[in-house]
């Protein structure tokens, strides 16, 4: 049966970077998906005519992945990075202030401060990229309106992802993340190299709980509104960090895995660019 990578593109999680690596490796076999209306309005129909069309494509990006089981004749190997979800709202700020765009969201981190831009984020029927997103974002393919809040049966929907075979990262431990989907990867395209060099670079990198005191510092009494708008998505993080950890547990020699993978990257020049 054909394999075919499929990488749900969530946007401002690392997903370029990871993208980058799949193209350095599967060169012309990999396809960087920005066809949007179609995957969005037809799904996994659109999906399946696509990949029939390319039969030469292995590994497929698109920040619309649909749910891919229902594929017929072709088996996905689904892979995600997410972030933690408090890190990701200043992320999603600083890019959307400096993205050359007309999206509302672009238009309001341009006329907002930070604080004012989250709080407009936690509107009802403004889009919810900082409410709840990759678990809405995870649970099989869902379409969520905007106004209607994510709940248990998302999150429950979302955290199968862990049981089905999908390959979920983290952008907070992206080398070691990188190391346990290249070896999984590794079991169906032997010899696959995924090492990087880290695309997209915003603000220097600080500690998880630093960067958490700064929002919190910033945005004052909207933290909390932030925190509860991300309870699911909160939930859903620790349960990925969980994962990670007993495949790394798993792993034999993982730390001489771990040290190999990073070599590859710094003679990319990755040590000076990292994620």
Same mark, same amino acid.
């Given at each position: 049966?054909?394999?075919?990578?499929?990488?749900?593109?969530?946007?401002?999680?690392?997903?370029?970077?990871?993208?980058?690596?799949?193209?350095?490796?599967?060169?012309?076999?990999?396809? @960087?998906?920005?066809?949007?209306?179609?995957?969005?309005?037809?799904?996994?129909?659109?999906?399946?005519?696509?990949?029939?069309?390319?039969?030469?494509?292995?590994?497929?990006?698109?920040?619309?992945?649909?749910?891919?089981?229902?594929?017929?004749?072709?088996?996905?190997?689904?892979?995600?990075?997410?972030?933690?979800?408090?890190?990701? =709202?200043?992320?999603?700020?600083?890019?959307? +202030?400096?993205?050359?765009?007309?999206?509302?969201?672009?238009?309001?981190?341009?006329?907002?401060?930070?604080? @004012?831009?989250?709080?407009?984020?936690?509107?009802?029927?403004?889009?919810?990229?900082?409410?709840?997103?990759? =678990?809405?974002?995870?649970?099989?393919?869902?379409?969520?309106?905007?106004?209607?809040?994510?709940?248990?049966?998302?999150?429950?929907?979302?955290?199968?992802?862990?049981?089905?075979?999908?390959?979920?990262?983290?952008?907070?431990?992206? @080398?070691?993340?990188?190391?346990?989907?290249?070896?999984?990867?590794?079991?169906?395209?032997?010899?696959?190299?995924?090492?990087?060099?880290?695309?997209?670079?915003?603000?220097? =990198?600080?500690?998880?709980? +630093?960067?958490?005191?700064?929002?919190?510092?910033?945005?004052?009494?909207?933290?909390?509104?932030? =925190?509860?708008?991300?309870?699911?998505?909160?939930?859903?993080?620790?349960?990925?960090?969980?994962?990670?950890?007993?495949?790394?547990?798993?792993?034999?020699?993982?730390?001489?895995?771990?040290?190999?993978? +990073?070599?590859?990257?710094?003679?990319?020049?990755?040590?000076?660019?990292?994620?």
């Amino acid at each position: 049966m054909r394999l075919v990578i499929t990488h749900g593109h969530i946007f401002k999680n690392a997903g370029t970077t990871f993208d980058w690596a799949l193209r350095r490796y599967f060169g012309d076999a990999f396809c @960087d998906h920005r066809d949007d209306m179609p995957m969005r309005r037809r799904g996994v129909e659109y999906l399946q005519e696509f990949l029939e069309e390319n039969p030469g494509i292995q590994a497929l990006s698109s920040h619309h992945m649909c749910d891919t089981s229902s594929l017929e004749g072709i088996k996905s190997l689904p892979v995600f990075f997410l972030r933690h979800p408090l890190l990701r =709202v200043l992320s999603v700020y600083s890019f959307e +202030r400096k993205q050359r765009s007309e999206t509302p969201g672009a238009k309001a981190a341009k006329k907002y401060s930070f604080k @004012d831009y989250v709080q407009w984020r936690m509107e009802p029927e403004v889009g919810r990229t900082i409410r709840d997103y990759q =678990v809405a974002y995870l649970a099989s393919g869902k379409k969520i309106p905007n106004a209607r809040n994510v709940n248990l049966n998302h999150l429950s929907s979302a955290a199968k992802r862990f049981e089905d075979g999908s390959l979920v990262g983290l952008v907070e431990d992206f @080398d070691r993340s990188m190391t346990v989907i290249e070896q999984e990867l590794g079991k169906h395209f032997p010899n696959i190299d995924l090492s990087y060099l880290r695309q997209n670079t915003g603000r220097a =990198v600080k500690s998880e709980q +630093r960067n958490i005191n700064y929002i919190a510092n910033e945005l004052g009494e909207v933290f909390d509104l932030l =925190v509860e708008n991300n309870s699911f998505d909160l939930a859903l993080y620790r349960m990925a960090k969980e994962s990670l950890e007993k495949k790394v547990a798993k792993a034999d020699n993982f730390d001489a895995l771990l040290a190999d993978y +990073r070599s590859r990257c710094e003679a990319l020049g990755g040590d000076k660019k990292r994620a």
